[in-house]
């Protein structure tokens, strides 16, 4: 069991949290060569028009990145080709990179915002969703829930809506680069690759708490405490 302490608080009145965690693996699929060795990956098959890359200079550095293995270093540099253009093509195409790196936890996301900034083609809807559909199943489901020690009671949304969590993969995968996810507490279950994980919970006022967990696949669910 788990208690975040209030930064500043009079130790014979402290209120903490209490933190319980409940993982729930999904199933896996299996893996193909391709999928185990990024370097050997063919090219989609299934790529809309509207999300094909045009030739580059950063697209054929992360080409080049890519046929090295580097495909976390691949995506980054596609990453930063969206920040500087605004074309999620590129925010697209880090996603794939991020799938062949084996970071699953972070496609996910990445092709959330690639269907959040598309919202009404359907066509690439329906592509990306498929796309969603096939990293969460690598993923397991971590679920948090925060409470407050003293009650017992769930704490006040305006706390929870503040709470900051980063979740980093402590082992390295294909890519030679661990997964990192930044964001703000939402109520949904993290997905988390496979293999050993730090999540570091931040809630307003108090002390920060972290858990080393990795999640048992094929256990069903789990809780850590």
Do not use: C
Request: charged fraction near 20%.
């Amino acid at each position: 069991m788990l208690s975040l302490v209030p930064r500043h608080a009079n130790r014979s009145r402290l209120t903490s949290l209490l933190v319980a965690l409940a993982l729930a693996p999904a199933p896996a699929l299996a893996q193909t060569p391709a999928e185990l060795d990024g370097a050997r990956r063919p090219p989609p098959t299934d790529l809309p028009a509207a999300l094909t890359l045009l030739p580059g200079p950063q697209v054929d550095e992360a080409q080049t990145l890519a046929r090295a293995g580097r495909h976390g270093d691949a995506a980054d540099r596609l990453y930063m080709a969206f920040q500087s253009t605004g074309d999620d093509r590129y925010l697209y195409h880090a996603a794939l990179e991020q799938v062949a790196a084996g970071q699953h936890s972070l496609a996910l996301r990445t092709f959330q915002q690639v269907l959040a900034r598309r919202p009404g083609d359907e066509a690439i809807r329906v592509h990306l969703e498929e796309k969603i559909a096939a990293a969460t199943s690598r993923t397991a489901a971590v679920r948090l829930r925060l409470l407050d020690r003293r009650t017992g009671q769930p704490l006040p949304p305006n706390v929870l809506a503040q709470i900051q969590i980063v979740a980093r993969a402590l082992s390295p995968t294909g890519s030679g680069r661990p997964a990192e996810l930044t964001l703000v507490y939402d109520g949904q279950p993290l997905r988390l690759d496979p293999g050993p994980w730090s999540v570091l919970v931040r809630p307003p006022g108090y002390r920060p708490v972290e858990l080393r967990r990795s999640p048992m696949w094929g256990a069903g669910e789990e809780t850590w405490d």
